[in-house]
């Protein structure tokens, strides 16, 4: 398969496993586990954990609380937030539009639940909107809009004390210099540089 096909969720992996403080497990000398496998192992635990803990009350509130879905609308639904995922999460398809002059799609991370979560509120749109409890929407949205917010607060209090009370480096300042032959790289491609400097 082209490079270039690939999907770019499976640089996840990349991003992860040079950081990972596991080291390959040699269950004697019979079974090994790479450090990919442990990390996708931990993932399974905690999805199972999700699974048996809370995914009760989630899926009720997809498939009924938001509106009442038919197999074929659950169907819908499914196919509409798998294309969404694939749209954002595929390289060659930006190649594809960028050969015809259109504008790639960014590939960025797409949250699943508001694929889902839009791909039910579409077909409730469809059929008029008012099978739709908008109050569960709000929460869900509001959730969406507060969860960053909330997460943003938590990591720079922990920043904080890691940094003024236990005395802790949280960041490091890293200078950067372009050196005449660095322009002359940049340069090649077309960039202009003669103003940025």
Not at 21 to 40: H, K, R, Y
Not at 69 to 85: E, F, Q, R, T, Y
Request: net charge positive.
């Amino acid at each position: 398969m082209n490079q270039q096909n690939r999907l770019s969720i499976n640089n996840v992996v990349g991003v992860f496993v040079p950081i990972s403080p596991f080291s390959d497990i040699s269950i004697w000398g019979l079974i090994n586990f790479s450090t990919e496998q442990q990390l996708f192992f931990l993932g399974g635990i905690a999805i199972a954990f999700g699974v048996f803990t809370y995914s009760k009350r989630v899926m009720m509130t997809v498939g009924s609380g938001i509106m009442e879905l038919s197999p074929l609308g659950a169907l819908v639904a499914v196919w509409s937030h798998s294309i969404v995922l694939f749209i954002f999460s595929f390289q060659g398809l930006g190649e594809f539009l960028k050969s015809y002059g259109l504008p790639p799609i960014p590939l960025v991370p797409v949250s699943s639940s508001q694929a889902i979560v839009g791909a039910i509120i579409g077909m409730g749109l469809l059929k008029g909107g008012r099978e739709i409890n908008w109050s569960i929407v709000g929460g869900i949205a509001s959730g969406w809009v507060t969860t960053p917010i909330i997460a943003a607060l938590i990591s720079f209090i922990c920043l904080f004390f890691m940094q003024n009370v236990f005395m802790q480096e949280t960041y490091k300042s890293v200078q950067y210099q372009l050196t005449p032959k660095a322009q002359m790289v940049m340069s090649k491609p077309g960039i202009e540089t003669s103003q940025q400097f």
